[in-house]
């Protein structure tokens, strides 16, 4: 699977868009971009995925660039509770067949 | 998205002694689990692979004997940590698979 590049951290006021970036360059064809996120001492929550295309759900959006060399996901209005550590990884079979590779992620502060 | 239940939520046991951890797909059916585990300030690591029926695949450097992987019905698989010494006290965190793949809550093993 290929490998994710994140900031470590990121603060965002509350209200506000959260944007986080995440490189994966190495990404091959068949391989989807999903975003988790983790809050402190909880499991993992889905966020969102996608292949090629943007792709908006209730919590996010997903932007991936044309070449999928990267990707930004995208809260846009944060709230206190989405401060947590995001995971962006890049996952063959779509995430539905194959373990999960869980890199250190972006610990997002959500401030007042 | 589905549900995915562990437990206990906590456990505190003596050095030497055996703990089991139940996870369950509360309103799915799951062939495949996934036990990971994390330690402070640190990213999940994957441990094994939990196949329905069949012996559970374990990552390199994970020891099958220690860490007894029980996947019998199709919404349970269970983790025992055999003879739990201090350096096991960790965050141990199952996933399913429907879709996509969700996580339990976790459970934070202390070993006194």
């Known amino acids: 699977d290929a490998k994710t590049t994140q900031p470590t951290s990121m603060d965002c006021a509350e209200g506000r868009a959260a944007n986080l970036p995440c490189n994966h360059s190495t990404i091959s064809g068949n391989e989807y971009v999903y975003w988790y996120r983790q809050i402190h001492s909880q499991g993992p929550q889905y966020i969102i995925h996608g292949l090629k295309n943007n792709e908006t759900n209730e919590m996010a959006s997903l932007i991936i660039t044309e070449d999928r060399k990267s990707s930004t996901l995208i809260l846009p209005h944060a709230t206190l509770r989405d401060t947590a550590v995001y995971y962006c990884i890049v996952s063959g079979y779509g995430g539905s067949q194959g373990n999960l590779i869980f890199g250190k992620g972006t610990k997002l502060s959500v401030k007042p | 998205g589905a549900v995915v239940s562990q437990h206990p939520s906590w456990v505190i046991c003596k050095s030497g002694t055996s703990v089991k951890i139940e996870c369950r797909s509360l309103?799915?059916?799951?062939?495949?689990m996934f036990w990971y585990r994390q330690f402070p300030k640190q990213s999940l690591m994957l441990m094994a692979t939990?196949?329905?029926?069949?012996?559970?695949?374990?990552e390199q450097g994970v020891e099958k004997d220690k860490f007894l992987i029980n996947h019998a019905s199709l919404t349970l698989s269970t983790l025992t940590v055999t003879s739990a010494h201090p350096e096991d006290s960790s965050f141990y965190i199952c996933?399913?698979?429907?879709?996509?793949?969700?996580f339990g809550p976790g459970t934070r093993l202390t070993v006194l």
């Open positions: 996933s399913a698979i429907t879709n996509e793949q969700f």
């Open positions: 309103d799915f059916q799951a062939t495949t």
């Open positions: 939990s196949n329905e029926g069949s012996k559970a695949t374990y």
